[in-house]
T-cell receptor
Framework: AQKITQTQPGMFVQEKEAVTLDCTYD???????LFWYKQPSSGEMIFLIY??????QNATEGRYSLNFQKARKSANLVISASQLGDSAMYFC????????????FGKGTTLSVSS | NAGVMQNPRHLVRRRGQEARLRCSPM?????VYWYRQLPEEGLKFMVY????????ESGMPKERFSAEFPKEGPSILRIQQVVRGDSAAYFC??????????????FGSGTQLSVL
């Protein structure tokens, strides 16, 4: 069965510092995609970054990077130079080709950035 | 280019009533997904539809819930005879291609359903 685990219910960081949000996944399918979404208090889901299982390099999108360690089945999100606007819930998600259509989500991590 | 539009944003129903949640996908997108989010939980997949077809409904409760995506108009998630346990945020997402592993889903702002 496919599963996403986010073990940090809440994280706290000061402005301008970097923070890592953990995500581990479980699948036996060699072909899969990993996603991170941000959900601010307003409720919408905002796509941040994507990593494919066959990608050789870690994905980066501006201040976001994905630390992809395939052997450990981890896909941690790194946010550099945190900003107050980064305060939100962050969800890790996975899609497995064999499993069909569903994007499977973890339970999320709440990030609080303070000044 | 408008994003995924969901309405209403908030819906209040009494037990036993029907709830209808609407979702208009992004322009050019013909694939729609519905998810449910309970408090302090991640999103749970419910159903995946293309125009006039249900592709995957493995996450839908067997009773009271139904979804459609007609040729014209928005996708509708319908919950009959609502119960308090149906209270949740319901999110719609759309995509242009379908179930590729690298395919990004674009989400709407959700409908918060409250059952009294």
């Amino acid at each position: 069965a496919q599963k996403i685990t986010q073990t940090q219910p809440g994280m706290f960081v000061q402005e301008k510092e970097a923070v890592t949000l953990d995500c581990t996944y479980d699948t036996s399918d060699p072909s899969y995609g990993l996603f991170w979404y941000k959900q601010p208090s307003s409720g919408e889901m905002i796509f941040l970054i994507y990593q494919g299982s066959y990608d050789q390099q870690n994905a980066t999108e501006g201040r976001y990077s994905l630390n992809f360690q395939k052997a450990r089945k981890s896909a941690n999100l790194v946010i550099s130079a945190s900003q107050l606007g980064d305060s939100a819930m962050y969800f890790c998600a996975m899609r497995v080709r064999k499993a069909g259509t569903a994007l499977i989500f973890g339970k999320g991590t709440t990030l609080s950035v303070s000044s | 280019n408008a994003g995924v539009m969901q309405n209403p944003r908030h819906l209040v129903r009494r037990r036993g009533q029907e709830a209808r949640l609407r979702c208009s996908p992004m322009k050019g997108h013909s694939h729609v997904y519905w998810y449910r989010q309970l408090p302090e939980e991640g999103l749970k997949f419910m159903v995946y539809l293309q125009k006039e077809n249900i592709i995957d409904e493995s996450g839908m409760p067997k009773e009271r819930f139904s979804a459609e995506f007609p040729k014209e108009g928005p996708s509708i998630l319908r919950i009959q005879q609502v119960v308090r346990g149906d209270s949740a945020a319901y999110f719609c997402a759309s995509s242009s291609v379908g179930s590729q592993t690298n395919e990004k889903l674009f989400f709407g702002s959700g409908t918060q359903l409250s059952v009294l």
